[in-house]
Structures are given as structure tokens and as C-alpha cells.
């Protein structure tokens, strides 16, 4: 364990490497298939049965803490105000480049932490459901920065979450397809009053503009997924041609074109400039710049397994 010190001052950040973080499950115990972590892996992510074990219970572990914690601090605030008992969500944000992995870890953090008894209720929701329509994001310009802080309807998603940590009991939000690439304009996904919410998305972390307020001041822990950006242009390769064998074959696909008329290597150039041109972008001016801001970070190597963790701990 590292407490890295500067000029010497102890850092508020503490760097643990996979040993001594996995160490830090205790007794935690295992409670999931290898069938049911099928289900809950995206698209050629590799994610084992032992990076559950090594990194994603410690995880769960430190979460349960915080949620107890964090209870503890709302029930003083209303003690001091005389008011009742009142549930408040907790809310987690999970955040990182494109193909990192993100859905990935925030599903697996749902159903761990809903193993809990004194959190059963946990709710995930991705900010691609934020986006703008491609009617409006076309009528802007912003069709090549999908992804882009412009391009989320950013004021809809901090009165989302908002309203859940003021203790709303149902809320509907939109849903982004990435089968039709937009928001459906006949779906709505229902999120009812839960424990725990875990939001999860590229920009989750992205600071506030000037005089507003942003989703992540409302989170009460929020973890960033990083990786080398060589890496994660891979895992996105990757998983472009696995979904232009898959997904993009449907004919519903907006991409279907690259599974029919574009053949393998014309698709791949297509997914390289996408890549280059619009994520990794994204990536180096928006998402990254706001690792700093995040609780955890769970830094990957290149065959997507967790090297090291760094903890803010105060
Ligand atoms: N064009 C696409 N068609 C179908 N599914 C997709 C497409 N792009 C991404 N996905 C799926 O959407 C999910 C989120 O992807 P992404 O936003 O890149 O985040 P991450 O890889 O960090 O989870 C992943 O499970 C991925 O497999
Ligand atoms: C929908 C996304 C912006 C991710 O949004 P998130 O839920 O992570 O906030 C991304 O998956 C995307 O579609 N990017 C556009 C470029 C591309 O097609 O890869």
C-alpha cells in the first residue's frame, strides 16, 4: 500500500495494487454464477469470475461502508432538524472513455450490491438516455459529437437525479437504442425509489458550467474505469467487428450497411476514424481531464483486468 507523499505531504489518495486490493474483501462472500456474469459482461468484455472475486467485492465491500456510513450522516442532519425518517437514494456515478468497460462494471456493482440486506434495491441508469434525439443533435450540428458534454440533454439529467436524491418515488425517463443510434420516441424506462443509484456514463464527472449544478454533485461515491488509450481503441475495435458480425447484422441497425454492403476491412476504417476522430477526442479534452474528480479509480490493463485501484480517502 502506497501513500504517496509530495514534497512531504501525505496525499489524500491511497494506490493499491491488485494484491493488497483484493485483499481487502475480507469475508465478503461470493454470491454470483459463472452463468450470471455471462449475462452481465458486454460485448467481448472478458471480465472472469476472478477479477469479481479480486477487485469487485473489495468494491462492493467499501460500498456497503459508505451507504452505512453515509446514513448515519442523514440521520444527524434530521435530528438537527427535527424531521422524520425519510429514505434518501445513494448515488454512485460510473464513469470513463467509450469501450472501457463502464456497463460492464456498473451492472456487476448492481447486482453485488443488491446482494446486500440493507440495500436490496438498486437501480443502474445510463446517461446515453440523456442524449439528445438525432433530429435535434443534426438540426445543431452535434451528429459527429455524440457523446460530447453538448450533446446530453445535461439540464433533463441533473433534474433526474436530482429528484431521485430529494426522494422521488417513480421517475421515467427516455431511452437511448443503440440499435436504432437515438432516443426511442415510444419507450420510457421507470425508476422507481431505490437505495442505491448507480448512474452510470462517459461524462458523469464533468464539472459544473458556470452558475449551475452538475450530476456529480449529487453522487456520493463515483468510480472512474481507465485504461491506455492504445488499449481501449483496441477493445473499441474489437468490439465494432464483433457487433458487425452480431447486432449490425439486423436489419434495424443503423449500422447495417457495415455488416452488408461494406465489407470487413472498409468497416474497420470506418470504425478506426470513428474512433480517432470522435472517442478518442472525447476521451483526451472531456473525459479523462475528470478522473481527478473521482472517488475511485480502477486503472485496467491491457487484457482488461484490474493492475491497481487508487482510493481518495478523505
Ligand atoms: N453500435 C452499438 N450497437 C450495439 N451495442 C453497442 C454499440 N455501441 C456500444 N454498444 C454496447 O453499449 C454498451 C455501452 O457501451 P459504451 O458506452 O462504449 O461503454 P462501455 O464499453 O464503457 O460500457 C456496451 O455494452 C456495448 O457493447
Ligand atoms: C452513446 C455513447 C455516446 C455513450 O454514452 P454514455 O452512456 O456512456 O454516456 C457512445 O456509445 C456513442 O455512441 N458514441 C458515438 C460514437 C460511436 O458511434 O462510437
Do not use: C
Amino acid at each position: 500500500m502506497s501513500h504517496a507523499t509530495k514534497n512531504g505531504i501525505t496525499s489524500p489518495y491511497v494506490e493499491l495494487d491488485r494484491t493488497a486490493w483484493a485483499a481487502l474483501r475480507s469475508s465478503t462472500p461470493l454470491a454470483l454464477t459463472e452463468s450470471e456474469l455471462e449475462v452481465l459482461r458486454g460485448t467481448t468484455d472478458p471480465t472472469s469470475m476472478e477479477e469479481v472475486e479480486d477487485i469487485y467485492l473489495p468494491l462492493s465491500r467499501l460500498l456497503n461502508l459508505y451507504v452505512k456510513a453515509t446514513r448515519q450522516r442523514h440521520a444527524a442532519v434530521r435530528d438537527f432538524l427535527g424531521e422524520g425518517d425519510q429514505p434518501v437514494p445513494f448515488i454512485i456515478g460510473v464513469a470513463g472513455s467509450v469501450a472501457v468497460g463502464k456497463s460492464t462494471t456498473a451492472r456487476l456493482l448492481r447486482t453485488l450490491l443488491a446482494q446486500w440486506p440493507d440495500h436490496p434495491h438498486v437501480e443502474l441508469v445510463s446517461t446515453d438516455n440523456f442524449l439528445y434525439p438525432n433530429a435535434v443533435l443534426q438540426e445543431r450540428g452535434l451528429m459527429n459529437r455524440k457523446g460530447f458534454p453538448e450533446s446530453f440533454d445535461r439540464r433533463s439529467l441533473v433534474r433526474f437525479v436530482s429528484a431521485m436524491k430529494a426522494g422521488a418515488s417513480r421517475m421515467d425517463i427516455p431511452v437511448y437504442s443503440h440499435l436504432a443510434y437515438d432516443i426511442l420516441d415510444d419507450s420510457v424506462q421507470t425508476v422507481h425509489r431505490p437505495d442505491i443509484l448507480i448512474v452510470e456514463g462517459i461524462n458523469v464527472l464533468q464539472p459544473p458550467q458556470a452558475g449551475r449544478l452538475a450530476v456529480a454533485d449529487f453522487f456520493d461515491f463515483s468510480i472512474y474505469v481507465d485504461a491506455k488509450v492504445e488499449h481501449i481503441r483496441s477493445w473499441y475495435l474489437e468490439r465494432f467487428l464483433e457487433l458487425r458480425r452480431t447486432a449490425f447484422s439486423d436489419p434495424r441497425s443503423y449500422f447495417h450497411s457495415m455488416a452488408t454492403t461494406l465489407d470487413e476491412s472498409r468497416a474497420l476504417e470506418f470504425a478506426r476514424n470513428t474512433w480517432r476522430s470522435i472517442n478518442e477526442v472525447n476521451l483526451v479534452e472531456n473525459i479523462r481531464p475528470t478522473r481527478g474528480r473521482a472517488t475511485l479509480v480502477l486503472y485496467k490493463g491491457e487484457d482488461h483486468g484490474v493492475r491497481r485501484v487508487r482510493l481518495r480517502k478523505t
